[in-house]
């Protein structure tokens, strides 16, 4: 990781991440997470899992929001504050409607991107006076649908927390594994064609050995030049 001016004017200075180095940091997370918890790291992680990672690094976490108001198709909003953690809230209508459970499993592990990876960055601008204030940042990232698996590489803050979920949810070495596992056994090599037999049972897999959507398992799979 090295820090880069921030474009976007958001803050003075950001970090920017090689995608092998985001990879990196969120297998080891995520395995770390499930291996303390468990003794072992088993795939797909639960949904619940999900929610207790983020309750372990952020004060709070509302998976009952109403974000009408924070703008048109807005799913998830971390919530960056002067003197504490940072708190997440989800729009209620995924957590209340099971059908959405993978856009629920995407959005929570988004957020836990902005949580791990940028709460830090906002407080390095932090200036005496913005200690005083109570209410969230201005900066803070609310999360609209689209961008929530593949956002612009133009929004850094976006793309990286797009980018860590997939990481988290399909960590690079489990999925590795799999997808060596399965072009040795059909002799041919990557990268695949998306919309091919094999690109189509690749996607198939990823989405019943990780619980994400079809969506999910070949943005992944294009990320990692496997398609
Ligand atoms: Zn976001």
Same mark, same amino acid.
């Given at each position: 990781?090295?820090?880069? %001016?921030?474009?976007?004017?958001?803050?003075l200075?950001? /970090? +920017?991440?090689? %995608?092998? #180095?985001?990879?990196? #940091? @969120?297998?080891?997370?995520i395995?770390?997470?499930l291996?303390?918890?468990?003794?072992?790291?088993?795939? /797909?992680?639960?949904?619940?899992?999900?929610? @207790?990672?983020?309750e372990?690094?952020? =004060?709070?976490?509302?998976?009952?929001?109403?974000?009408?108001?924070?703008?048109?198709?807005?799913?998830?909003?971390?919530?960056?504050?002067?003197?504490s953690?940072?708190?997440?809230?989800?729009?209620?209508?995924?957590? $209340?409607? %099971?059908?959405? $459970?993978?856009?629920?499993?995407?959005?929570?592990? +988004?957020?836990?991107? +902005?949580?791990?990876?940028?709460?830090?960055?906002?407080?390095?601008?932090?200036?005496?006076?913005?200690?005083?204030?109570?209410?969230?940042?201005? *900066?803070? /990232?609310? @999360?609209?649908?689209? &961008?929530?698996?593949?956002?612009? &590489?133009?929004?850094?803050?976006?793309?990286?927390?797009?980018?860590?979920?997939?990481?988290?949810?399909? %960590?690079v070495?489990?999925?590795?594994?799999?997808?060596?596992?399965?072009?040795?056994?059909?002799?041919?090599?990557?990268?695949?064609? &998306?919309? =091919?037999? +094999?690109?189509?049972? @690749?996607?198939?897999?990823?989405? $019943? =050995?990780?619980?994400?959507?079809?969506?999910?398992a070949? *943005?992944?799979?294009?990320?990692?030049?496997?398609?």
């Open positions: 990781m090295k820090y880069v %001016p921030d474009k976007t004017g958001r803050f200075k950001r /970090p +920017h991440y090689e %995608p092998t #180095e985001l990879d990196g #940091e @969120c297998d080891a997370i395995r770390g997470f291996k303390a918890k468990y003794g072992d790291a088993k795939f /797909p992680i639960s949904t619940d899992d999900l929610t @207790c990672l983020i372990q690094d952020a =004060s709070d976490l509302d998976l009952y929001a109403d974000l009408s108001k924070e703008g048109p198709d807005i799913q998830g909003v971390t919530d960056f504050y002067p003197k953690k940072p708190g997440v809230r989800i729009d209620r209508r995924l957590s $209340e409607n %099971p059908s959405y $459970e993978n856009r629920l499993r995407t959005t929570l592990t +988004h957020e836990y991107g +902005h949580v791990r990876f940028h709460d830090y960055v906002w407080k390095l601008d932090l200036k005496p006076a913005d200690m005083l204030a109570e209410v969230p940042s201005k *900066v803070s /990232p609310k @999360c609209n649908r689209g &961008a929530i698996l593949n956002a612009a &590489a133009t929004d850094w803050m976006e793309w990286q927390a797009g980018y860590i979920s997939g990481a988290l949810l399909m %960590p070495s489990v999925l590795m594994k799999l997808f060596s596992d399965y072009t040795k056994e059909k002799s041919i090599f990557a990268p695949i064609y &998306a919309e =091919s037999e +094999h690109g189509q049972a @690749c996607r198939r897999m990823l989405m $019943e =050995s990780f619980k994400v959507s079809d969506e999910a070949k *943005v992944r799979l294009l990320k990692l030049n496997l398609l």
